[in-house]
């Protein structure tokens, strides 16, 4: 399959010395082939990127499933994408061997991983407004205030870990998550 | 003043282009005199980033003196240091010019700026607990989780302001933090 091919390169080498001839060798396809569904590397590290986190999102969310009510599995969704982030090789290697490429997803705008958290945040809220376990307030806007919360323990647990372990950090991202969502 | 002088070049030019020659001639000191105290523009850039932030720091305190408990108080400094960094213009000039020497910070090391703030939080969480309006919990990490929380409103507002205005950031951050640390 192309993106484990992907996936196999940017673990090897990074993001930026993977190069399209290099994905088409070990998928074992041509690089007309390859270059006729993704006209360059940034097209494919896209498209890995949203199936890796995409996976990540839904486990987060199966897992969070037993959660008495929306608010609940809401905060454990989060905190599980979070854990997932903080853990995942993938994310570790871009931002060992290419952190820049991060950079304007903090600092700018929002990536494709962020507008799926997004979006998967903003369907959570509505059901816990629905349900009566999350406070009222523009479902969008608290979608993404639980982003600018969350990311930073998927991305930035390194600044910190030499006074939270991975068990504290998932446990006050949840306090934190549930306390401003609590009605 | 020399850090006067430095903080008008780092405006001019950004931090990479910024020499001990240039700073040397703004603040009308030789060379010499300058290198006697700071071997390398990266000692200035560090001296200014601590002088500006504490500015920050302090005034952010000094407008959340009226909280009626220590958790209030902490909850406007922190949101105040947070509105501050969002709208300053050493820092909107440095994320533009030279944002990959915010990165480390973000994702591998506390830097002086989040020292400093880590300590005055600690310092609000044990008053906080004192005074029974903060919950229980070790203050160090209580007060790096706060920082994972404050950074993103300082730093990563620019990514969200098509959805959350300088208004909406302020109020979500307080409301977040509020639920954070209530006993």
């Given at each position: 399959m192309v993106l484990d091919a992907v996936r196999e390169c940017v673990l090897a080498v990074g993001v930026r010395r993977t190069t399209l001839t290099d994905v088409a060798k070990r998928a074992g396809v041509s690089r007309m082939t390859l270059y006729r569904r993704y006209p360059d590397v940034d097209a494919l590290i896209r498209d890995l990127v949203a199936r890796e986190f995409g996976a990540m999102v839904r486990a987060a969310r199966d897992s969070a499933r037993?959660?008495?009510?929306a608010r609940a599995r809401l905060v454990a969704t989060a905190a599980g994408i979070a854990g997932r982030v903080r853990r995942d090789e993938l994310v570790r290697r871009i931002v060992g061997v290419d952190p820049e490429l991060v950079l304007p997803y903090v600092l700018d705008r929002l990536g494709g991983p962020q507008r799926i958290a997004v979006a998967a945040f903003a369907d959570a809220i509505a059901a816990g407004q629905g349900d009566g376990s999350v406070r009222p307030g523009d479902p969008q806007q608290l979608a993404h205030v639980v982003l600018l919360l969350v990311q930073p323990f998927g991305i930035s647990a390194g600044a910190v870990t030499g006074t939270l372990t991975e068990a504290d950090l998932d446990r006050e991202l949840k306090a934190a998550l549930d306390g401003y969502l609590r009605p």
């Open positions: 037993g959660g008495v009510h």
